[in-house]
């Protein structure tokens, strides 16, 4: 039997490599190497791609460890956890907590304002895509060759953000003069819970994780000054930033508040026609020397023009402002030039290709070289796919179960006869008929009418239960569609696209192809998905337990509501439909005696 299996094993792999012959002192144990080592390197095996399975086990200490010859110390293995993490590896809790309290202690000495000097690769928004952020690496160059300045929002809205944080921080902890990370607007406590990184975390690690993430957050410097030229900084401007030195009197050991300095810096943006501010919609613009106006796409904080980027920046003697913060169709924009030293007066830089797997954008990276400008764009890798807010299969699909279940029992009523519906009995005479016409017989079958109404109330209130949490499990995407009804003459004279309208019941449900569906480009997702660019507005008594529910961003948002889901699935609950009503006194009252049930519907998915 023994050689049978070696024969079987080695006759596997010469079809897989492709020879005609195997050496003969090749062993089973060889054999089975080859094939594990091929499986891994997702060699096409009978026509089919062959998947690398996850990297299930944690790294011992003797793999996590390395020492560091040039002072002696031992540190995480940068190159280690590099694979490991590419794989969906995880590390033992004790081995994250290392990474993210040494990162830590090394952020809280650092000054709220860095000075990089010299060449250097500036990098915006990363949100968690590690598969992209390791095709950035490659383009960028690695470290510690090249030197780096990341501009914040490493986390949410990717499924993969604590992998790019425990990377970087480790990358920190080796190179800290290399890689200088500054803090964006996602790096607190407020967006991570009402996005999904608290839940990333809690679902592959533990709370202690999380807290410690989020008290590394408030230890990331919030500016950059490179080469005494460019301010580097996450957002933008604030009517309170009037020299460089007032960032170094900012507290940022703290959650942004709602204004200030410190939220502008993270929060605003440059206004949308920024160097024609006096050339508005409907010839109506800004009046000459208006320096910030109300943001209300962020809810908060301000846009800033261009004439308070071209006084700040003479006020400074810098030469530009380099910052992330919004999405980019190219993966960057240069804005206006200054009318003195005639070079752009901000550039966003945007290194997330393919947001949130609906935007369709390129991403780039800014390289400073020798005092030149380059930039390097590069698209969205492959990667690993995860269900909404981490769920597993089975509790992901119970929705979709309960409603098909209840559209049955249903179906099953709507077709019942009235002896089925009826209690067994003997037969009865005419005498006896008549006599069950009397005022209190007459009261008793309108109560038995009365409850099996309630009973099928209360099913119909169930399906749309079910129905909502299938619709919540369905849409799965932080992107929303309006929900309007009306002809399509009227929708466009209403300016409202195809795409904002919600989608018909001929869409696929699950998340990637609804999205690719009803979003083609670029400006359908931002269109879409300008309520995730607002600050959050949390219930303060709301309990912050483990929601049941889907997080909010991980939700399709109807235009003009206001009303949370758990608003939503009482009145549900406490509501009747029409429909429902009427299915209800027909089999109370068994007026279909003989009906056929309804064909159930079709819930398309892949």
């Known amino acids: 039997m023994p050689e049978a299996n070696e024969e079987y094993l080695q006759s596997v792999v010469k079809h897989m490599l492709g020879k005609s012959t195997l050496p003969p002192n090749v062993s ?35 793999e996590f460890f390395m020492l560091d010859e040039r002072d002696g110390q031992r540190k995480p293995n940068a190159q280690f956890l590099k694979q490991h993490f590419f794989q969906e590896g995880r590390l033992k809790e004790e081995q994250a907590l290392y990474i993210i309290e040494r990162a830590t202690a090394l952020l809280r000495d650092e000054p709220n304002m860095l000075e990089v000097v010299g060449d250097v690769t500036v990098v915006g928004d990363i949100h968690g895509q590690y598969y ?4 950035l690496l490659d383009i960028g160059g690695t470290v510690p060759e090249n030197a780096y300045i990341f501009l914040g929002d490493y986390v949410d809205r990717g499924c993969f953000g604590i992998e790019c944080l425990l990377y970087l921080y480790t990358l920190k902890i080796w190179y800290p003069q290399k890689v200088s990370m500054l803090r964006g607007n996602h790096e607190c406590r407020h967006l991570t819970e009402y996005f999904t990184f ?31 030229r460019f301010l580097c900084i996450h957002g933008g401007l604030s009517p309170e930033l009037v020299m460089l030195s007032d960032i170094n009197n900012v507290n940022r050991f703290q959650e942004p508040p709602p204004h200030g300095l410190l939220c502008d810096i993270l929060w605003s943006d440059p206004i949308s026609n920024f160097g024609h501010e ?21 809810g908060c904080s301000f846009f800033f023009t261009y ?60 390289k400073y070289v020798n005092r030149n400008i380059t930039i390097r764009q590069f698209n969205s890798n492959p990667h690993p796919y995860w269900l909404p807010n981490f769920m597993d299969a089975f509790t992901w699909s119970l929705p979709f179960v309960g409603s098909k279940i209840v559209e049955m029992l249903l179906a099953i009523l709507s077709c019942c006869t009235e002896e089925e519906l009826e209690e067994p009995s003997l037969s009865v005479s005419d005498e006896d008929m008549r006599a069950m016409e009397d005022e209190q017989q007459q009261a008793a079958r309108k109560e038995t009418e009365a409850r099996i109404k309630a009973k099928i109330l209360g099913i119909g209130r169930m399906a749309r239960m079910l129905n909502i949490m299938r619709e919540e499990s369905e849409e799965a995407s932080e992107l929303h569609t309006m929900d309007v009804d009306g002809p399509d003459s009227d929708l466009q004279a209403r300016g409202i696209t195809a795409v904002e309208r919600r989608i018909g019941p001929d869409a696929l449900h699950v998340q990637g192809n609804r999205i690719r569906k009803s979003i083609r480009s670029f400006d359908d997702a931002r269109r879409s998905d300008i309520d995730n660019e607002r600050i959050p507005e949390f219930n303060e008594g709301a309990s912050s337990s483990y929601p049941h529910l889907q997080a909010p961003s991980t939700r399709l948002r109807r235009a003009n509501t206001s009303v949370d889901m758990e608003t939503v699935m009482r009145r549900a609950i406490d509501t009747d439909d029409d429909e429902t009503k009427q299915l209800a006194e027909m089999i109370a009252r068994s007026d279909n005696r003989h009906g056929r049930p309804r064909a159930l519907k079709r819930h398309e998915t892949v």
Request: charged share 25%; with cysteine.
């Open 278 to 298: 006096q050339e508005g919609p409907n010839g109506v613009g800004l009046p000459p020397g208006t320096s910030f106006v109300h943001n209300p796409t962020r």
């Open 28 to 62: 089973t144990e060889a054999v089975t190497s080859i094939t594990q080592t091929r499986r891994m390197e997702g060699v096409r095996s009978f026509g089919r791609r062959v998947v690398p399975p996850p990297a299930f086990r944690k790294p011992t200490d003797e």
């Open 307 to 366: 004439e308070a980027t071209c006084n700040f920046l003479e006020r400074n003697n810098l030469l530009g402002i380099m910052r992330g913060h919004e999405a980019q169709a190219e993966g960057y924009t240069m804005y206006r030039k200054t009318p003195t030293k005639k070079f752009p007066s901000v550039i966003t830089i945007f290194s997330a290709p393919n947001y949130c797997d609906a935007y369709h954008n390129r991403a780039a990276v800014l």
């Open 198 to 228: 608290q839940r990333e975390c809690m679902r592959k690690y533990s709370v202690r994780i999380y807290e410690a993430c989020v008290e590394s957050f408030y230890a990331l410097p919030i500016a950059c000054l490179l080469d005494k």
């Open 132 to 135: 992209d952020f390791m095709k």
